[in-house]
Structure formats: C-alpha cells, structure tokens
Antibody
Framework: QVQLVQSEAEVKKPGASVKVSCTASDNSFSSYGVTWVRQAPGQGLEWLGWISAFINKTHYAPRVQGRVTLTTDTSTRTAYMELRSLRSDDTAVYYCARDYVTGAGGYWGQGTLVTVSS | EIVMTQSPVTLSVSPGERATLSCRASQSVGSNLAWYQQKPGQPPRLVMYGASTRATGFPARFGGSGYGTEFTLTISNLQSEDFAVYYC??????????FGPGTKVEIK
C-alpha cells in the first residue's frame, strides 16, 4: 500500500509563508486526489483543501482560501501545501492524505508540525 | 459550507460493551460520509466510507449506517485498541468538505 512521507517540522514568523511537502511511495498522485488537513494543539481536524492532478481540480476551505495553494508534481510523486501570511493560529500539525475514494483520505502522512511564533 | 456535528462529546464505555456515535450534517450529503479513528500522536485512520463500508483493517464489529443528514457509527464488543477519538467527515458533491468536532471514546 502507498506510504506518504511529509517534510520536517517548521518554525515561522508571523507574516511568513510555509510550504509542506508530501511524497508518495508510488505514482498514486497521478490517479488519486490528495487532501490536506490540519490539527491545532489539542483540537480537532480541520479540512483545508483537496487537489486532483488527474482531473486538474482543486477545492479549498473558505477559512484559508486566498492564503493556501495546493499543487502536485507527479514527476516526483510529491504534493505540496503552501500557506501564506501565517498567523499564530496557523500553528498546527499539517497532514496530507491520499484518497481511498474521492474525498475520503485512506492513506495518511505522518504529519508536519508548523509553529508560527515571533 | 456544510456543518457537521457529533454527539456525544465523550462516551465512557466498558470493554466488551457497545458504543454508538452520532454524526449530523446541516444539509444532505447522501452517503458521502466517512469516519476516522485517531489515537494520541498518530494521524487519523479511515474506519468507514460511503457511510457503511468498512475500510481495510477494521473488523466487522465496526458498523456504519445512515443517509442524508443522520449517521451512526457503532462499535460492538469494544476492545482496548478501540478507545480513541472518532471524527466524521462529509465529502458531498458540494465542496468544501468538512469534519465534525469528534467524539472521544474512553474507558469507563
């Protein structure tokens, strides 16, 4: 089964940008969508967006739309989530997940902690 | 945006008993409903999709039901490894998709 490996933890200052990567062990991203989810410390899961290179489509959560961009590089089997204009409440563990069926993430990365602090 | 609610917030259950978790959507999502299990320090794990189809690795004591706006996850004969937080998520044909706030299943 596919394994997803995410980039290492990041510490950023308010107003900066962060780009988190998610690399698959196979060519899954050519055929399946990728969801990005975050989880603030001690909180629940927040859906951020979904991208499908296969059908060339993205969906974003209203709360982060305009600040987030999802991309996929199928040649390197890597998906990216870039979040700009970071605020302290963006501090969270960010997860990528490959579709099991469209919209439901069946294969998850290990998570990337992004800390926003001055 | 479709808002998901879950009840109860916390469910205290003895091993071997049954847990019934509820999830409600503010608008119909058809059967486009998933359940996830999350343990501390781990990513979520897909339990159920299509409201009632078990994901790989989950035994038959996990059951899902519902359609439209009301959904239930039932875990029979609770085992120690089942104690966790469970989230529902809708993935209807009208993004954005959203998660519920979660139900913690704890040992009584």
């Amino acid at each position: 089964q596919v394994q997803l490996v995410q980039s290492e933890a990041e510490v950023k200052k308010p107003g900066a940008s962060v780009k988190v990567s998610c690399t698959a062990s196979d060519n899954s991203f050519s055929s399946y969508g990728v969801t990005w989810v975050r989880q603030a410390p001690g909180q629940g899961l927040e859906w951020l967006g979904w991208i499908s290179a296969f059908i060339n489509k993205t969906h974003y959560a209203p709360r982060v739309q305009g600040r987030v961009t999802l991309t996929t590089d199928t040649s390197t089997r890597t998906a990216y989530m870039e979040l700009r204009s970071l605020r302290s409440d963006d501090t969270a563990v960010y997860y990528c997940a490959r579709d099991y069926v469209t919209g439901a993430g069946g294969y998850w990365g290990q998570g990337t902690l992004v800390t926003v602090s001055s | 945006e479709i808002v998901m609610t879950q009840s109860p917030v916390t469910l205290s259950v003895s091993p071997g008993e049954r847990a019934t978790l509820s999830c409600r959507a503010s608008q119909s999502v058809g059967s486009n409903l998933a359940w996830y299990q999350q343990k501390p320090g781990q990513p979520p794990r897909l339990v159920m999709y299509g409201a009632s189809t078990r994901a790989t690795g989950f035994p038959a004591r996990f059951g899902g039901s519902g359609y439209g706006t009301e959904f239930t996850l039932t875990i029979s004969n609770l085992q120690s490894e089942d104690f966790a937080v469970y989230y529902c998520q809708q993935y209807s044909n009208r993004p954005p998709w959203t998660f519920g706030p979660g139900t913690k299943v704890e040992i009584k």
